[in-house]
Structures are given as structure tokens and as C-alpha cells.
């Protein structure tokens, strides 16, 4: 499977993945990425993130693939800085954020559109806070959701993990249509376009990019990735995986986030590979 390495394209999701605790690329795993690709293969990323927050990171590495961006709703190709496939939540899903919101009054979020992370001010809470200071952003603040274009890529709600617990079993009762849910973080809960994953991204990418003669390999370590890693030919997870998503992959590394996972997933495909010599 890794014998060509200018067959394989290496997709990771970022947070508790590729990147660290403290959200700055470990010297390790940048050096691997760097090998890998000067060796022949491509490198991606996959992320909850959008655009803005994401971005940040593209001076520290090379992107040569495009990338999957808002837990699958956008296929983004940086080098020409276009959208390449695009799915955006109902109409319908600006009431069940409404609902969300009235029924839970600590509870923070934010509304990702392509330009723009949109939070309305009444819903810039401590943990929504921490998270625009996490992902280095500038948000748009508005009074209302009304005020947020329609072309909504997700919504993100972030409070205490045991309030997250009390929204998702009020989300559960509601059995809202044309829209799925998924945890992305103990302390995040989202709310996606139906069927919309970073899994159902990748399938998307094979189509429009005409890569089936390739590899795809994922990491990933929280179950928004978990469809991801399913959909990949090969996957890897840190050791500070959830136990669903250590269940799906076909190696749990021994190391974590913070002890340069990736490097070494990206040392075990270039020692099966034909150029493990040049290592």
C-alpha cells in the first residue's frame, strides 16, 4: 500500500492531532511533513475549523492537496484560493439554532460562513471567548442570527462539558431534519448539513480531484473524525484518541498530540515504502 509514495496523500485533522496542546506544530512533525513531501507524497488537512482560523497555519507547512475545512463543508483549494465544493445547512437550521439558544442561556456559539466567524454578542461567553483566542480570529459580532448571510457552513455551540451533556439530550428529543449533530470536543457541540462529515468530504475529493489510483491516509483522534478515518484506504490515531475512534483505525499510536504523533505516523508509511532507504 505505501510502496509509491507519490501515490499517497497524508489528510490530518488538526486540533489533538497534528497539532499540540498548546496549538503550535511540534519542530517534529513539521520536519516529518517536509520529508514526506519532499519524497513525493501530498499533505492536507481536515478540521472543524474555517477558513480563517485554519489559515494561520499555512506559513508553518505546505499544503499540495486541497483541504477539507467545517467538519466536511468545504473542499478549499488554497493555491488558488477558491472554493472547489461547498454544502451549507438548511434554512430551517437558523430556527433550531434559535431554539438551542433561548433554552440554554450559558450556552456560547458561532455561525461559520466563508468569510467570517459570526457570534452574536449575547452568545460571546467565556468559553466562546477562549475558543476565537484558541483559533486566532476576529469575529464579526451581530445582534441576531437574522443578521448572518444564509450561506451558513455550521454552527458551533461550546460550553462546560456538563452543559454540552444537557444540550445534546435537548437536541436528541427535538429530532430536528436535514441536519446532523456531532461532538467535535468535550466542551464543542455542532450542528452540520445533513450527511455532511469529514468522511463525505474525502469521497467528495476522490471524485473531483481523479485520485483513485492514490492512497488516502487520515489521522484524526475525536469522533468528528471518526467517518474520516472510515472513508480513508489506511488510518492513524494519537494515543489521546476517544475509544470510538481507536476502534475504527488501523494503528493507535503509542504517542500523543503532544509527543509528535504524526511524525510518527508519517515515519511508519516511509519505512513500508520503497524510499525507506533515503531516511
Not at 67 to 83: E, F, M, P, T
Not at 202 to 228: H, P, S
Not at 257 to 272: F, L, N, R, T
Request: hydrophobic share 40%; proline share 4%; with cysteine.
Amino acid at each position: 500500500m505505501f510502496e509509491d509514495i507519490s501515490k499517497i496523500i497524508f489528510i490530518t485533522d488538526m486540533d489533538g492531532t497534528f497539532l499540540p496542546t498548546n496549538k503550535i506544530p511540534s519542530k517534529k512533525n513539521l520536519e516529518a511533513v517536509k520529508k514526506f513531501q519532499e519524497l513525493g507524497g501530498r499533505f492536507s488537512i481536515a478540521t472543524g475549523r474555517g477558513l480563517q482560523a485554519a489559515q494561520q497555519y499555512f506559513e508553518s507547512f505546505t499544503i499540495d492537496f486541497p483541504i477539507v475545512l467545517c467538519n466536511g463543508g468545504l473542499v478549499y483549494d488554497l493555491n488558488n484560493k477558491k472554493s472547489i465544493y461547498d454544502v451549507f445547512l438548511p434554512e430551517i437550521s437558523k430556527n433550531y439554532a434559535e431554539e438551542i439558544f433561548d433554552e440554554f442561556d450559558s450556552l456560547g456559539g458561532e455561525v461559520l460562513t466563508i468569510d467570517h466567524v459570526n457570534i452574536p454578542e449575547s452568545r460571546f461567553t467565556p468559553t466562546e471567548v477562549r475558543h476565537v483566542e484558541i483559533c486566532k480570529v476576529k469575529p464579526n459580532f451581530v445582534d441576531t442570527l437574522d443578521d448572518i448571510s444564509d450561506d451558513w457552513y455550521k454552527v458551533l455551540f461550546c460550553d462546560t462539558i456538563e452543559n454540552i451533556d444537557k444540550v445534546i439530550e435537548f437536541v436528541k428529543s427535538k429530532n430536528y431534519v436535514n441536519v446532523d449533530f456531532v461532538r467535535s470536543a468535550p466542551i464543542y457541540y455542532e450542528m452540520l448539513p445533513q450527511n455532511i462529515t469529514k468522511g463525505s468530504a474525502i469521497t467528495k475529493i476522490r471524485e473531483l480531484c481523479d485520485i483513485n489510483d492514490c492512497v488516502i491516509v487520515a489521522a484524526g483522534d475525536f469522533n468528528n473524525d471518526i467517518e474520516m478515518l472510515k472513508n480513508a484506504d489506511f488510518s492513524f490515531c494519537p494515543s489521546n484518541s476517544t475509544d470510538d475512534v481507536k476502534s475504527v483505525c488501523d494503528v493507535v499510536l503509542e504517542n500523543s498530540c503532544d509527543e509528535d504523533a504524526i511524525a510518527v505516523a508519517i515515519e511508519y508509511i516511509i519505512s513500508k515504502s520503497n524510499n525507506s532507504s533515503e531516511v
